[in-house]
């Protein structure tokens, strides 16, 4: 079982800068992302790296924005969220899967989650 914990979140003006973090032991065996789900809405895909880190991929709503990475040696995921706007206002969750996918339901280990407020 891998227990992932996400750290980072936190409340910040439009076109501030976050840096979430997700971490667990034996995260180099696994396809990582980060999805968010905001009051009222479906969870989401935000973003996702390869087990190597050399292949990304990104939402449109995010792209340009945002930006992925990972750690394999200290077991860590990153999302860089840069030019935040209230609409990114969301609980943003770090997923493992054992497959290359945005798909919410190939995701069998998640974290608890942590807010991103962006005030306008």
């Known amino acids: 079982q891998v227990h992932l914990v996400e750290s980072g979140g936190g409340l910040v003006q439009t076109g501030g800068s976050l840096r979430l973090s997700c971490a667990a032991s034996?995260?180099?065996?696994?396809?990582m992302a980060w999805f968010r789900q905001a009051p009222g809405k479906e969870r989401e895909f935000v973003a996702a790296?390869?087990?190597?880190?050399?292949?990304?991929s990104y939402a449109d709503s995010v792209k340009g924005r945002f930006t992925i990475s990972r750690d394999n040696a200290e077991n860590t995921v990153h999302l860089q969220m840069n030019s935040l706007k209230p609409e990114d206002t969301a609980v943003y969750y770090c997923?493992?899967?054992?497959?290359?996918?945005?798909?919410?339901?190939?995701?069998?280990?998640w974290g608890q989650g942590t807010q991103v407020t962006v005030s306008s």
């Open positions: 034996g995260l180099r065996s696994y396809f």
């Open positions: 997923a493992a899967a054992l497959v290359a996918t945005q798909t919410m339901g190939d995701y069998r280990h």
């Open positions: 790296i390869s087990r190597s880190g050399g292949i990304t």
